[in-house]
């Protein structure tokens, strides 16, 4: 018998090892999924810094993936230089339609940097998080123009305002 109460014992100790440990609810995550019905008031109500990230989950799957790998990375780049990080949403282009379209994007994945109610540049192109981290200083932090953004035309155009009432 008291063998037995040995081996209950060793499952218990089994069990407590493999308990898992969840990440907190209130984990702060760099890039918010946003939908459409978020989208007036995450743009409008403050128009602190904001980065856009439009993806599609079916066109160019692993290049979406890895693009919004490098943004979450540039943005813990932000983060360990002791600055406030931009806001980031992701908006999936196949479920938030409306909003993709308001926002004129064809091509997948694109990042949009955002200030004050205006969009400042486009990214269409897969960056790395060094080339990310420096494009957001430049914007929004008063850094020099890294060498990726050498050449390019930036826009000033105003963020889209998406209508759902039908």
């Not at 308990?19 to 602190?48: C, G, H, M």
């Amino acid at each position: 018998m008291k063998k037995k109460d040995d081996d209950d014992d060793d499952d218990e100790d089994d069990d407590r090892e493999k308990e898992i440990v969840w990440q907190d609810d209130n984990y702060i995550r760099p890039i918010k999924d946003l939908t459409t019905a978020e989208w007036e008031e995450a743009v409008f109500k403050d128009i602190s810094p904001l980065m856009v990230l439009v993806h599609n989950r079916y066109k160019r799957p692993k290049e979406n993936e890895k693009f919004r790998e490098e943004l979450d990375k540039a943005i813990q780049v932000i983060w360990n230089c002791g600055l406030p990080s931009p806001r980031c949403v992701a908006v999936d282009a196949v479920v938030e339609t409306d909003l993709v379209s308001a926002l004129q994007v064809t091509v997948f994945p694109e990042i949009i940097f955002t200030k004050a109610g205006k969009i400042l540049y486009r990214e269409k192109g897969i960056r790395t998080a060094d080339e990310l981290s420096k494009i957001m200083a430049f914007f929004y932090y008063g850094a020099a123009k890294p060498p990726c953004l050498n050449g390019v035309d930036y826009s000033h155009e105003q963020i889209p305002s998406v209508d759902l009432t039908w």
